[in-house]
């Protein structure tokens, strides 16, 4: 293996590894704070003769509720003005952190890309039937482009022999973040099938590892 090689195996390591470290490191540090700011609550229960083991699981739970309510406030306030200015100036204050803004950079431009249906990422809200990573298993893709740069295509059909096979440019998202990491890969048109689901319903779905059934979802709205 050449030292090229081995590099970017490694940077590509560093570039999955890190965001899952940070947004690990937050969830744990904001289940800590939100648990300290319950504990008169638990005070209270072992007054009350509570068990101490059933009031760790009651404050464990009760975090989770708490942080699932403030996430659910600040998505409803960042799809306002207010919110979009407020996460702008985040933004620009993350990002001009060494080290830690470029990985923030690309994971936002990344969700963005995956989650904003706005004209410009109109062509990624298309959802696909890969067959990956091996023959009669298949995967969901986001379709990115309906065909990949020409000196891609000219390369690929040298590679198999056929000048004229077709190719669309599709994301392959890993479960269970798919703005974390995924590949883009370039796949003969004849091998890609279209699936009745919108990206909304494919990034839940691979965001639950396939536990929620979207068809089920979908029909019971």
């Known amino acids: 293996m050449s030292e090229n090689h081995l590099k970017t195996k490694f940077l590509t390591g560093i570039a999955v590894v890190i965001p899952l470290a940070v ?69 620009n204050y993350v990002t001009q952190i060494p ?21 410009d990422g109109a062509q990624f809200r298309e959802v696909k039937l890969v067959e990956f990573p091996a023959e009669n298993a298949y995967t969901l893709a986001f379709l990115t482009s309906e065909s990949p740069p020409e000196s891609v295509t000219t390369a690929a059909n040298r590679i198999i022999g056929d000048d004229s096979a077709a190719y669309q440019t599709v994301f392959l998202p890993m479960a269970p973040n798919p703005v974390m990491g995924g590949h883009l890969t370039h796949v003969p048109v004849s091998r890609i099938e279209d699936v009745d689901m919108t990206v909304e319903q494919a990034v839940q779905y691979i965001l639950t590892t396939g536990i929620v059934n979207t068809d089920a979802s979908a029909e019971s709205m």
């Open 23 to 91: 947004s690990a490191w937050v969830m744990l540090s904001l289940f800590n704070f939100v648990g300290g700011i319950l504990s008169p609550i638990s005070e209270i229960l072992s007054e009350n003769g509570v068990e101490s083991g059933n009031i760790v699981v009651i404050i464990q739970i009760l975090s989770v509720v708490l942080i699932a309510i403030v996430v659910l406030i600040i998505g409803t306030i960042a799809q306002q003005q207010v919110g979009e200015n407020i996460i702008k100036t985040v933004d």
């Open 99 to 119: 080290g830690i803004g470029s990985v923030y950079q690309t994971t936002r431009q990344m969700s963005d890309l995956v989650l904003d249906p706005s004209e």
